[in-house]
Protein backbone atom coordinates (compact mmCIF):
# COMPACT_ATOMS: atom_id res chain seq x y z
CA UNK A 1 0.00 0.00 0.00
CA UNK A 2 1.36 3.57 -0.83
CA UNK A 3 0.03 5.92 1.88
CA UNK A 4 1.12 9.12 3.67
CA UNK A 5 0.56 9.02 7.26
CA UNK A 6 -0.83 12.14 7.56
CA UNK A 7 -0.95 15.37 5.59
CA UNK A 8 1.94 16.94 7.14
CA UNK A 9 4.49 14.34 5.21
CA UNK A 10 3.60 16.26 2.44
CA UNK A 11 5.16 19.47 3.53
CA UNK A 12 7.69 20.39 0.99
CA UNK A 13 9.03 18.49 -2.27
CA UNK A 14 7.13 20.86 -4.30
CA UNK A 15 7.55 20.80 -8.09
CA UNK A 16 10.08 23.27 -10.29
CA UNK A 17 8.45 24.06 -13.63
CA UNK A 18 10.34 26.21 -15.99
CA UNK A 19 8.43 29.71 -17.10
CA UNK A 20 7.84 29.54 -21.12
CA UNK A 21 6.55 32.33 -22.23
CA UNK A 22 6.68 35.21 -20.06
CA UNK A 23 10.17 34.91 -20.61
CA UNK A 24 10.11 35.79 -24.57
CA UNK A 25 13.43 37.19 -25.78
CA UNK A 26 15.25 35.41 -22.23
CA UNK A 27 18.39 33.62 -22.73
CA UNK A 28 18.59 32.43 -19.17
CA UNK A 29 16.74 29.09 -17.93
CA UNK A 30 13.65 30.63 -15.61
CA UNK A 31 12.46 28.13 -13.34
CA UNK A 32 9.30 28.83 -10.47
CA UNK A 33 9.48 26.63 -7.21
CA UNK A 34 5.36 26.13 -7.23
CA UNK A 35 4.89 26.36 -3.42
CA UNK A 36 1.22 26.09 -3.75
CA UNK A 37 1.59 22.13 -3.71
CA UNK A 38 2.14 22.42 -0.63
CA UNK A 39 -0.76 20.54 1.41
CA UNK A 40 -1.86 24.28 3.13
CA UNK A 41 -0.90 25.72 -0.48
CA UNK A 42 1.59 27.58 0.48
CA UNK A 43 5.21 28.04 1.37
CA UNK A 44 4.48 28.54 4.78
CA UNK A 45 3.62 24.65 5.74
CA UNK A 46 7.32 24.12 5.46
CA UNK A 47 7.84 26.60 8.54
CA UNK A 48 4.73 25.32 10.76
CA UNK A 49 6.12 21.80 10.95
CA UNK A 50 9.34 23.28 11.74
CA UNK A 51 8.42 25.58 14.39
CA UNK A 52 6.18 23.17 15.83
CA UNK A 53 8.28 20.42 16.40
CA UNK A 54 11.14 22.61 17.62
CA UNK A 55 8.55 23.71 20.07
CA UNK A 56 8.34 20.55 21.17
CA UNK A 57 11.65 19.67 21.81
CA UNK A 58 12.58 22.67 23.75
CA UNK A 59 9.27 21.94 25.95
CA UNK A 60 7.51 25.42 25.43
CA UNK A 61 4.77 23.56 23.36
CA UNK A 62 3.57 20.87 25.72
CA UNK A 63 0.72 18.32 24.80
CA UNK A 64 -2.78 19.27 24.35
CA UNK A 65 -1.32 23.00 24.17
CA UNK A 66 -2.64 26.08 22.49
CA UNK A 67 -0.85 28.22 19.71
CA UNK A 68 -1.54 32.00 19.34
CA UNK A 69 -0.10 33.49 16.77
CA UNK A 70 -1.51 36.90 14.88
CA UNK A 71 -1.59 35.92 11.56
CA UNK A 72 -4.78 35.76 9.46
CA UNK A 73 -3.13 34.32 5.93
CA UNK A 74 -1.25 31.32 4.70
CA UNK A 75 0.80 30.82 8.39
CA UNK A 76 -2.39 30.22 10.39
CA UNK A 77 -3.45 27.65 7.95
CA UNK A 78 -0.25 25.97 8.01
CA UNK A 79 -0.27 25.90 11.91
CA UNK A 80 -3.55 24.70 11.77
CA UNK A 81 -3.24 21.91 9.80
CA UNK A 82 -0.26 20.87 11.75
CA UNK A 83 -1.83 21.36 14.94
CA UNK A 84 -4.65 19.55 14.30
CA UNK A 85 -2.76 16.41 13.31
CA UNK A 86 -0.94 16.69 16.61
CA UNK A 87 -3.24 17.34 19.01
CA UNK A 88 -3.11 20.76 19.71
CA UNK A 89 -5.53 24.31 19.94
CA UNK A 90 -4.91 27.06 17.71
CA UNK A 91 -5.95 31.01 18.28
CA UNK A 92 -5.49 33.41 15.64
CA UNK A 93 -5.95 36.92 15.69
CA UNK A 94 -6.03 39.05 13.04
CA UNK A 95 -7.22 42.50 11.98
CA UNK A 96 -11.00 43.13 10.76
CA UNK A 97 -9.94 44.53 7.33
CA UNK A 98 -9.17 40.30 6.54
CA UNK A 99 -11.63 39.46 4.62
CA UNK A 100 -14.64 36.72 5.55
CA UNK A 101 -13.32 33.94 3.07
CA UNK A 102 -9.41 34.08 4.75
CA UNK A 103 -11.09 33.58 8.52
CA UNK A 104 -13.60 30.99 7.59
CA UNK A 105 -10.82 28.96 5.53
CA UNK A 106 -8.82 29.21 9.42
CA UNK A 107 -12.22 27.99 10.97
CA UNK A 108 -12.19 25.33 8.83
CA UNK A 109 -9.45 23.77 9.83
CA UNK A 110 -10.75 23.93 13.10
CA UNK A 111 -9.15 27.16 14.72
CA UNK A 112 -10.24 30.09 16.57
CA UNK A 113 -10.15 33.31 14.91
CA UNK A 114 -10.59 36.57 17.44
CA UNK A 115 -11.31 39.64 15.15
CA UNK A 116 -9.91 42.84 16.33
CA UNK A 117 -10.61 46.27 15.17
CA UNK A 118 -8.17 48.09 12.46
CA UNK A 119 -9.05 51.66 13.62
CA UNK A 120 -7.67 51.93 17.27
CA UNK A 121 -3.75 52.74 17.95
CA UNK A 122 -1.27 50.03 18.85
CA UNK A 123 -1.00 51.11 22.42
CA UNK A 124 -4.84 50.13 22.54
CA UNK A 125 -6.07 47.29 24.62
CA UNK A 126 -8.37 45.89 21.91
CA UNK A 127 -5.47 46.15 19.02
CA UNK A 128 -4.17 43.32 17.19
CA UNK A 129 -0.79 43.35 19.08
CA UNK A 130 -2.48 43.50 22.46
CA UNK A 131 -4.94 40.97 22.31
CA UNK A 132 -2.71 38.42 21.22
CA UNK A 133 0.25 39.12 23.87
CA UNK A 134 -3.02 38.77 26.49
CA UNK A 135 -4.22 35.45 25.22
CA UNK A 136 -0.68 34.09 25.19
CA UNK A 137 -0.79 35.58 28.76
CA UNK A 138 -4.39 34.36 29.79
CA UNK A 139 -4.45 31.02 27.95
CA UNK A 140 -2.80 28.01 29.94
CA UNK A 141 -0.70 26.10 27.78
CA UNK A 142 -0.22 29.00 25.18
CA UNK A 143 2.74 29.02 22.74
CA UNK A 144 3.48 31.75 20.34
CA UNK A 145 5.79 31.03 17.41
CA UNK A 146 6.36 34.49 16.51
CA UNK A 147 6.97 34.02 12.71
CA UNK A 148 8.98 36.97 12.96
CA UNK A 149 11.60 36.24 15.43
CA UNK A 150 11.40 32.63 15.36
CA UNK A 151 14.90 31.61 13.69
CA UNK A 152 12.79 28.18 12.97
CA UNK A 153 11.89 30.06 10.22
CA UNK A 154 14.62 30.42 8.27
CA UNK A 155 16.19 27.44 9.47
CA UNK A 156 13.08 25.23 7.69
CA UNK A 157 14.26 26.83 4.32
CA UNK A 158 17.85 25.82 5.19
CA UNK A 159 16.97 22.51 5.70
CA UNK A 160 14.12 21.95 3.08
CA UNK A 161 13.86 24.40 0.31
CA UNK A 162 17.30 25.17 0.10
CA UNK A 163 18.48 21.48 -0.46
CA UNK A 164 15.62 20.78 -2.51
CA UNK A 165 16.86 23.48 -5.12
CA UNK A 166 20.40 22.54 -5.17
CA UNK A 167 18.95 18.91 -5.78
CA UNK A 168 16.34 19.77 -8.84
CA UNK A 169 19.05 21.81 -10.31
CA UNK A 170 21.84 19.58 -10.07
CA UNK A 171 23.75 22.27 -8.35
CA UNK A 172 23.44 24.39 -11.63
CA UNK A 173 21.47 27.02 -10.00
CA UNK A 174 22.83 30.58 -10.36
CA UNK A 175 20.23 33.40 -9.04
CA UNK A 176 17.47 32.79 -6.53
CA UNK A 177 14.93 35.26 -6.57
CA UNK A 178 12.30 35.47 -3.66
CA UNK A 179 9.79 38.02 -2.12
CA UNK A 180 10.71 39.24 1.56
CA UNK A 181 7.56 39.26 4.19
CA UNK A 182 9.24 38.10 7.55
CA UNK A 183 12.14 37.41 5.17
CA UNK A 184 12.61 33.42 6.58
CA UNK A 185 12.37 32.01 2.48
CA UNK A 186 14.96 34.45 1.07
CA UNK A 187 17.55 33.56 4.85
CA UNK A 188 17.51 30.19 5.10
CA UNK A 189 17.05 29.84 1.04
CA UNK A 190 19.32 31.90 0.28
CA UNK A 191 22.62 30.83 2.66
CA UNK A 192 22.27 27.39 1.95
CA UNK A 193 22.29 27.96 -1.66
CA UNK A 194 25.57 30.26 -0.89
CA UNK A 195 27.32 27.62 1.41
CA UNK A 196 26.69 24.80 -1.15
CA UNK A 197 27.70 26.86 -4.46
CA UNK A 198 30.68 28.07 -2.38
CA UNK A 199 29.44 31.37 -2.78
CA UNK A 200 28.31 31.68 -6.19
CA UNK A 201 24.62 31.46 -6.21
CA UNK A 202 23.12 35.08 -6.27
CA UNK A 203 20.29 36.19 -4.36
CA UNK A 204 18.08 38.80 -5.08
CA UNK A 205 15.15 40.04 -3.07
CA UNK A 206 12.13 41.27 -4.18
CA UNK A 207 10.04 44.01 -2.61
CA UNK A 208 7.17 45.99 -3.09
CA UNK A 209 8.00 49.82 -3.82
CA UNK A 210 7.07 51.49 -0.54
CA UNK A 211 8.56 48.53 2.11
CA UNK A 212 11.68 49.23 4.26
CA UNK A 213 13.60 46.27 2.02
CA UNK A 214 13.90 48.48 -0.83
CA UNK A 215 14.52 51.93 1.34
CA UNK A 216 10.85 53.01 1.68
CA UNK A 217 9.29 54.25 4.77
CA UNK A 218 6.40 50.98 4.90
CA UNK A 219 4.11 53.06 2.30
CA UNK A 220 0.79 51.60 1.75
CA UNK A 221 1.11 48.52 -1.07
CA UNK A 222 -1.18 46.29 -1.78
CA UNK A 223 0.45 42.77 -2.48
CA UNK A 224 -0.32 40.92 0.00
CA UNK A 225 2.17 39.04 2.71
CA UNK A 226 5.74 40.53 1.39
CA UNK A 227 7.18 44.08 2.43
CA UNK A 228 7.37 45.45 6.10
CA UNK A 229 7.42 48.52 7.62
CA UNK A 230 10.35 47.27 10.47
CA UNK A 231 13.15 44.90 10.52
CA UNK A 232 12.37 41.39 11.80
CA UNK A 233 15.37 39.33 13.12
CA UNK A 234 14.03 36.39 10.72
CA UNK A 235 15.53 38.46 7.78
CA UNK A 236 19.18 37.85 7.53
CA UNK A 237 19.96 41.61 5.99
CA UNK A 238 23.78 39.85 4.25
CA UNK A 239 22.38 37.26 2.67
CA UNK A 240 20.70 39.28 0.15
CA UNK A 241 23.05 40.49 -3.35
CA UNK A 242 19.92 42.26 -4.53
CA UNK A 243 16.93 43.73 -3.69
CA UNK A 244 14.42 44.81 -6.48
CA UNK A 245 11.70 46.73 -5.91
CA UNK A 246 8.50 46.30 -7.94
CA UNK A 247 4.90 48.12 -8.52
CA UNK A 248 1.49 46.77 -7.38
CA UNK A 249 0.75 47.09 -10.81
CA UNK A 250 3.47 45.30 -12.34
CA UNK A 251 2.89 42.46 -10.02
CA UNK A 252 -1.13 42.22 -10.12
CA UNK A 253 -0.15 42.16 -14.48
CA UNK A 254 2.54 39.82 -14.24
CA UNK A 255 -0.10 37.35 -11.54
CA UNK A 256 -2.82 37.49 -14.22
CA UNK A 257 -0.18 36.71 -17.10
CA UNK A 258 1.04 33.82 -15.35
CA UNK A 259 -2.65 32.22 -14.78
CA UNK A 260 -3.12 33.10 -18.82
CA UNK A 261 0.39 32.45 -20.30
CA UNK A 262 2.09 29.69 -18.07
CA UNK A 263 -0.98 27.83 -16.32
CA UNK A 264 -0.03 29.38 -12.52
CA UNK A 265 -2.73 30.33 -11.28
CA UNK A 266 -1.05 32.30 -7.97
CA UNK A 267 -0.87 34.96 -5.91
CA UNK A 268 0.52 38.76 -6.10
CA UNK A 269 3.52 38.36 -4.57
CA UNK A 270 3.92 35.03 -6.82
CA UNK A 271 3.87 38.37 -10.19
CA UNK A 272 6.44 40.92 -7.84
CA UNK A 273 8.69 37.38 -7.48
CA UNK A 274 8.43 37.33 -11.50
CA UNK A 275 8.63 40.53 -12.43
CA UNK A 276 12.03 41.04 -10.09
CA UNK A 277 13.23 37.25 -11.42
CA UNK A 278 12.68 38.83 -15.30
CA UNK A 279 14.66 41.53 -14.87
CA UNK A 280 17.91 39.86 -13.58
CA UNK A 281 17.22 37.14 -16.34
CA UNK A 282 17.39 39.51 -19.05
CA UNK A 283 21.11 40.60 -18.15
CA UNK A 284 22.05 36.47 -18.01
CA UNK A 285 23.48 34.39 -20.96
CA UNK A 286 22.05 30.68 -22.02
CA UNK A 287 24.19 28.95 -19.31
CA UNK A 288 22.68 30.74 -16.22
CA UNK A 289 19.56 29.26 -14.33
CA UNK A 290 17.34 32.21 -12.05
CA UNK A 291 14.87 30.26 -9.53
CA UNK A 292 12.42 31.89 -8.45
CA UNK A 293 9.74 31.01 -5.89
CA UNK A 294 6.31 31.19 -6.02
CA UNK A 295 4.54 31.20 -2.53
CA UNK A 296 0.69 30.88 -2.60
CA UNK A 297 -2.20 30.12 -5.02
CA UNK A 298 -4.17 32.88 -6.87
CA UNK A 299 -7.65 31.10 -5.47
CA UNK A 300 -7.21 33.63 -2.19
CA UNK A 301 -7.23 36.88 -4.70
CA UNK A 302 -9.98 35.86 -7.23
CA UNK A 303 -12.18 38.91 -5.97
CA UNK A 304 -8.67 41.18 -5.85
CA UNK A 305 -5.89 40.45 -8.53
CA UNK A 306 -8.24 37.95 -10.77
CA UNK A 307 -11.48 40.60 -10.87
CA UNK A 308 -11.27 43.24 -13.97
CA UNK A 309 -13.57 45.46 -11.86
CA UNK A 310 -11.02 45.84 -8.85
CA UNK A 311 -7.98 45.72 -11.09
CA UNK A 312 -9.97 48.87 -13.34
CA UNK A 313 -10.92 50.49 -9.67
CA UNK A 314 -7.10 50.90 -9.06
CA UNK A 315 -6.11 51.95 -12.36
CA UNK A 316 -3.94 48.37 -12.84
CA UNK A 317 -5.70 47.09 -15.95
CA UNK A 318 -4.46 49.05 -18.56
CA UNK A 319 -1.92 47.08 -20.14
CA UNK A 320 0.04 49.58 -21.23
CA UNK A 321 3.11 50.09 -18.70
CA UNK A 322 6.66 50.69 -20.50
CA UNK A 323 7.74 47.08 -19.02
CA UNK A 324 4.97 45.22 -20.81
CA UNK A 325 4.95 47.15 -24.13
CA UNK A 326 9.20 46.38 -24.34
CA UNK A 327 8.41 42.91 -23.53
CA UNK A 328 6.64 42.48 -26.72
CA UNK A 329 8.69 44.15 -28.75
CA UNK A 330 11.74 42.23 -27.64
N1 LIG B 1 4.19 35.77 -0.20
C1 LIG B 1 3.16 35.43 0.57
C2 LIG B 1 1.79 35.31 -0.03
C3 LIG B 1 3.37 35.22 1.95
O1 LIG B 1 2.31 34.88 2.74
C4 LIG B 1 4.66 35.36 2.49
C5 LIG B 1 4.88 35.19 3.95
N2 LIG B 1 4.65 36.36 4.70
C6 LIG B 1 5.71 35.74 1.65
C7 LIG B 1 5.43 35.90 0.29
C8 LIG B 1 7.10 36.01 2.14
O2 LIG B 1 7.77 34.95 2.74
P1 LIG B 1 8.72 35.18 3.99
O3 LIG B 1 7.86 35.56 5.16
O4 LIG B 1 9.40 33.87 4.19
O5 LIG B 1 9.70 36.28 3.68
Given at each position: MQFHDSMISLVGNTPLVKLN???????ATVLAKVEYFNPGGSVKDRIAVRMIEAAEQSGELKPGGTIVEPTSGNTGVGLAIVAQQKGYKCIFVCPDKVSLDKINVLRAYGAEVVVCPTAVDPEHPDSYYNVSDRLVRETPGAWKPDQYSNPNNPRSHYETTGPELWEQTDGKITHFVAGVGTGGTISGTGNYLKEASGGSVKIIGADPEGSVYSGGSGRPYLVEGVGEDFWPTAYDRNVTDRIVAVSDKDSFQMTRRLAKEEGLLVGGSCGMAVVAALEVAR????DDVVVVLLPDSGRGYMSKIFSDEWMAGHGFLEDTSSATVADVLR
Open positions: NVTAGIQELGP
